[in-house]
């Protein structure tokens, strides 16, 4: 049996819905930005932000296949460019404002504290491996309650490399010294979870939710259709 579980995180055990296409989001971010001095529409700030992101992405995609950006990093240069520099407590809320805005709904999918508490009591050693930006992530997982239930977290915009690439479950191996060796991967996006999981060769469990991406071949060791975490290998005792 699996000695090591690395999970992905949304669509796998968190259920979110977001959306940041919104231009009411940016109307009221745009607000944020004038209360200190930066006036400026929304519109014209969801320009901005892609334009800055698109820019760190390609800087990072110097140094491996898929890579990630710091959502902070991004507001800091967009910022700059009215002659501010903002602390960084105020980047944070930024990315936090950000965050709560566009969020529609979120909550953990059924069974996962049981699952993970379960794992954790057999000795078994539970890995998060999440693309998603650090400031938001570690939030959420303290506000729904699990954030102490992982002997590591592995964030792509952290590590600047993020799912599928290989290099970023090594990172999860160096950064936290998790054995690939005896893992599975869990995840419900068969091209950044269980692709993933593959270039590195270790097994996978493949969960199909609402957000996993339709019409995609799934190559993976176990499937679960119906959207039952309780379905993956091990975690009864």
């Not at 944020?32 to 698109?54: K, S």
């Not at 140094?63 to 990093?73: G, L």
């Not at 609402?210 to 009864?236: C, F, H, T, Y």
């Amino acid at each position: 049996m699996y000695q090591t579980y690395i999970f992905d995180l949304y669509g796998t055990l968190i259920d979110i819905e977001t959306d940041e296409e919104n231009p009411e989001v940016w109307e009221r971010l745009a607000l944020h930005f004038g209360y200190h001095r930066m006036a400026v529409t929304g519109a014209e700030l969801q320009e901005r932000f892609l334009l800055e992101r698109d820019t760190q992405l390609a800087e990072a995609a110097k140094n491996c296949q898929f890579p990630d950006f710091v959502m902070e990093e991004v507001f800091r240069s967009i910022a700059r460019q009215w002659g501010e520099n903002p602390s960084e407590a105020w980047l944070q809320e930024t990315v936090r404002w950000l965050r709560t805005l566009s969020m529609i709904h979120i909550s953990l999918y059924d069974g996962v504290p049981e699952i993970l508490q379960s794992l954790r009591e057999q000795g078994k050693k539970v890995f998060l491996l999440s693309n998603g930006q650090k400031t938001f992530i570690e939030a959420e997982l303290t506000m729904l309650g699990i954030i102490q239930q992982f002997d590591g977290i592995a964030i792509s915009s952290v590590a600047g490399v993020s799912k599928p690439d290989p290099l970023f479950y090594r990172y999860l191996a160096a950064t936290y010294h998790a054995d690939l060796s005896s893992a599975i991967m869990i995840g419900n996006d068969p091209r950044t979870d269980i692709e993933g999981a593959l270039s590195v060769g270790i097994d996978s469990c493949y969960i199909h939710t609402a957000s996993s991406p339709s019409n995609m071949e799934v190559r993976s060791n176990i499937l679960i259709w119906d959207g039952d975490l309780r379905q993956i290998p091990g975690w009864k005792q």
